[in-house]
T-cell receptor, first 111, second 112 residues
Framework: KQEVTQIPAALSVPEGENLVLNCSFT??????LQWFRQDPGKGLTSLLL?????REQTSGRLNASLDKSSGRSTLYIAASQPGDSATYLC??????????FGPGTRLSVLP | DGGITQSPKYLFRKEGQNVTLSCEQN?????MYWYRQDPGQGLRLIYY???????QKGDIAEGYSVSREKKESFPLTVTSAQKNPTAFYLC???????????FGNGTRLTVT
């Protein structure tokens, strides 16, 4: 059964810093991986989707990488801003399976 | 604007009562999902539907029921058999299974 973990559980950084969020999964036979952002009391907003055949995806200041063999994905946020403060979740989709979610990393960017 | 609408945003019920959460989408997506989110935990799948008039149990279906009579609607009923119903409930949809998920803004249910 696929298990997804995210480290760290919480992160606090000063504004302007570059940062990396980690997502690990136990079964490398995945179809795709999706990164989401969740603001307090809100639903999830999709940030990036990486197909299993891809190594990375970029959107603005965000870059997500995927290493299936090691069961890892990272979300890189460049030049962080206070508006980036939120919880970031990754979700992994296996063949013929539904998405399995990690518990999230709560990010605080201090002005 | 296309999207997923969940209502109400907040819901309060007494223990022993059934309650139905609404989820409507105008994205013309075939697949719809219900997740439960508890503090400090990842989302857990309750039920999903890949096509109208068909749905499947997820990981934590006990105490819940759903229907999928229309493509755009996937209501979730939390029954009195659900032992810990207080949670944040999220509805999602995708074009088809394995496609990217799109989420509504959630319903926070409190049962006392």
């Amino acid at each position: 059964k696929q298990e997804v973990t995210q480290i760290p559980a919480a992160l606090s950084v000063p504004e302007g810093e570059n940062l990396v969020l980690n997502c690990s999964f136990t079964d490398s036979a995945i179809y795709n991986l999706q990164w989401f952002r969740q603001d307090p009391g809100k639903g999830l907003t999709s940030l990036l989707l990486i197909q299993s055949s891809q190594r990375e995806q970029t959107s603005g200041r965000l870059n997500a990488s995927l290493d299936k063999s090691s069961g890892r994905s990272t979300l890189y946020i460049a030049a962080s801003q206070p508006g980036d403060s939120a919880t970031y979740l990754c979700a992994v989709c296996g063949y013929g399976q539904n998405f399995v979610f990690g518990p999230g990393t709560r990010l605080s960017v201090l002005p | 604007d296309g999207g997923i609408t969940q209502s109400p945003k907040y819901l309060f019920r007494k223990e022993g009562q059934n309650v139905t959460l609404s989820c409507e989408q105008n994205l013309n997506h075939d697949a719809m999902y219900w997740y439960r989110q508890d503090p400090g935990q990842g989302l857990r799948l309750i039920y999903y539907s890949q096509i109208v008039n068909d749905f499947q149990k997820g990981d934590i279906a006990e105490g819940y029921s759903v229907s999928r009579e229309k493509k755009e609607s996937f209501p979730l009923t939390v029954t009195s058999a659900q032992k810990n119903p207080t949670a944040f409930y999220l509805c999602a949809s995708s074009i088809q299974s394995l496609s990217p998920l799109h989420f509504g803004n959630g319903t926070r249910l409190t049962v006392t």
